[in-house]
T-cell receptor, first 112, second 113 residues
Framework: EAAVTQSPRSKVAVTGGKVTLSCHQT?????MYWYRQDTGHGLRLIHY???????EKGDIPDGYKASRPSQENFSLILELASLSQTAVYFC???????????FGEGSKLTVL | GDSVTQTEGPVTVSESESLIINCTYS????????LFWYVRYPGEGLQLLLK?????QKGSSRGFEATYNKETTSFHLQKASVQESDSAVYYC??????????FGDGTQLVVKP
């Protein structure tokens, strides 16, 4: 069973502060994704990566950076957190070709 | 662009009744996208329920079924007789040729005992 772990699971940040959300997967998956979910809405893709040291923009990349230093780790960075970035963030991984995503438990971010 | 639209929730049904959650998709980047249903049970993470990658095929899992209909661009989720344990949020999703997966807004299903 694929294992994707996120940290922190919950965070309160101040406007203008820097936030780093981390994701670690233990199953050698090629692809990793960061999604954002707002209450009552679906998941929207922020950034993704298919290989270490390379990241791609998703549909809503503005205000976010991503880093993939190794196959196992994928971070989402908010350099200047804003109120509008309050949401739950999900990391996911998948093996190339299968299409199935394996999700982490989510990180709830509140920006005050 | 590619997108997914699904039944707006919450959907409330009584135990043993039938269920259908509608899902239609728009795929401009790929002729035959991969289609998925994901589910989040209370207190659990999002997980795959079923997937179909070939048009005309049907996927099934846990008593749920969904048929990939290329003509109507639909992938409706159905179950003949729901149980209280099926109460969850269900997400339809589409995978395109650029390795992106697009999700609908989710449909909360409430099954009354």
């Amino acid at each position: 069973e694929a294992a994707v772990t996120q940290s922190p699971r919950s965070k309160v940040a101040v406007t203008g502060g820097k936030v780093t959300l981390s994701c670690h997967q233990t199953n050698n998956h090629d692809y990793m994704y960061w999604y954002r979910q707002d209450t009552g809405h679906g998941l929207r893709l922020i950034h993704y990566s298919y290989v270490a040291d390379s990241t791609e923009k998703g549909d809503i990349p503005d205000g976010y950076k991503a880093s993939r230093p190794s196959q196992e780790n994928f971070s989402l960075i908010l350099e200047l957190a804003s109120l509008s970035q309050t949401a739950v963030y999900f990391c996911a991984s998948r093996v190339s070709g299968t299409g199935q995503l394996y999700f982490g438990e989510g990180s709830k971010l509140t920006v005050l | 662009g590619d997108s997914v639209t699904q039944t707006e929730g919450p959907v409330t049904v009584s135990e043993s009744e039938s269920l259908i959650i509608n899902c239609t998709y728009s795929a401009t980047s790929i002729a035959y996208p991969n289609l998925f249903w994901y589910v989040r049970y209370p207190g659990e993470g999002l997980q795959l329920l079923l997937k179909v990658i070939t048009a005309g095929q049907k996927g099934s899992s846990r008593g749920f079924e969904a048929t990939y209909n290329k003509e109507t661009t639909s992938f409706h989720l159905q179950k003949a007789s729901v149980q209280e344990s099926d109460s969850a949020v269900y997400y339809c999703a589409l995978g395109n040729s650029n390795n992106r997966i697009f999700f609908g807004d989710g449909t909360q299903l409430v099954v009354k005992p």
